[in-house]
C-alpha cells in the first residue's frame, strides 16, 4: 500500500472482513483479535455466501465495531433478495451495500437507496461468473444508474472472477453498450463512495475533470 502511494500515487485502506459462513461468535473474536491494531483498518465488512446467513445474524458484532467508530459494509442483495439489503441498512447500519443488484425487485428499496445516495459496489464480472446474471448483457447497473442509484463499477476478486477494474468496464462496454459519459458517471460515483477526505475526493474528481475536458467523449462511443 505504501508502495502503491508512494509509486504511483494509488491511496488504498484496509477493510476487515467477517465470514458469513462462520459462526457469529467467530466474527466477534476476530474484531476483538484485530482491535489492537485498529489504525491500519477504517472499517469491517461481511463476506462470502449469502445463503442461509442474513445479516441480521451479525448484528450484535457490528453493533460493536460501530461502537469503537469503525464504518461497516456487507455484501447484500447478489445471491439472496432485497430483505438482505434493507437488513444491512436497518442493523448493521452500513455505509455502502456491497453488490446489491437484486435491489431491483423491490421498487421502495430503489427510491431509498436513490434518496439517501447508498453506494453499491457493484461488480459485473463477478456476478456473471456467479450466475447472478447470465451474461454481461443481462446485467442491470446501466438501468439502476438511469433509475439514479449510485451504483459504481469494481473488480471483486480479479483473479478468480477474470478481470480488474480496466476489465469490468470493457466488459459493460461490450456486453451493454456502456457509453463514455455513463464511464464517466460511474468513474463520479465511485470517487464519492470512496471512505476518503474530503480533500482527496476533490483532487480526483479535479483529475477526473481536467482528462474529461481534454478527450471528446463522442467518440468513444
Known amino acids: 500500500m505504501k508502495d502503491a ?7 488504498s485502506q484496509l477493510i476487515l472482513c467477517f465470514l458469513r459462513h462462520l459462526s457469529a461468535e ?9 482491535l489492537p491494531y485498529r489504525e491500519h483498518f477504517i472499517g469491517v465488512g461481511l463476506d462470502s455466501s449469502e445463503v442461509g446467513h442474513p445479516p441480521e445474524k451479525f448484528k450484535a458484532v457490528f ?18 433478495p432485497p430483505d438482505y439489503i ?9 455505509s455502502r451495500i456491497d453488490h446489491g443488484v437484486r435491489c431491483a425487485e423491490d421498487d421502495l428499496l430503489v427510491k431509498r437507496l ?15 461468473r456467479l ?8 446485467h442491470n447497473i446501466l438501468s439502476l444508474l438511469e433509475r439514479g442509484v449510485r451504483v459504481t463499477v469494481n473488480s471483486d476478486d480479479p483473479a478468480y472472477f477474470g478481470g480488474y477494474m ?20 460511474l468513474v463520479r460515483n465511485g470517487i464519492d463512495a470512496s471512505f476518503i477526505s474530503d480533500a482527496r475526493r476533490q483532487a480526483l474528481h479535479a483529475e477526473l475533470d481536467a482528462y474529461v475536458k481534454g478527450v471528446d467523449l463522442s467518440s468513444l462511443n
Open 166 to 185: 480496466n476489465e469490468n468496464f470493457l466488459a459493460l462496454h461490450e456486453g451493454l453498450q456502456l457509453s463514455a459519459q455513463q464511464a464517466v458517471t
Open 26 to 34: 467467530t466474527a466477534m473474536v476476530t474484531l476483538e483479535a484485530a
Open 63 to 80: 453493533e460493536r465495531a460501530l461502537k469503537e467508530g469503525l464504518l461497516t459494509v456487507a455484501h447484500a442483495g447478489e445471491e439472496r
Open 5 to 11: 502511494q508512494a509509486q504511483w500515487g494509488i491511496s
Open 131 to 138: 450466475c447472478v446474471f447470465h451474461e454481461m448483457g443481462d
Open 86 to 94: 434493507w437488513q444491512a441498512l436497518d442493523l448493521l447500519k452500513v
Open 114 to 128: 436513490v434518496e439517501s445516495r447508498m453506494p453499491l459496489t457493484v461488480c459485473p464480472l463477478s456476478n456473471v
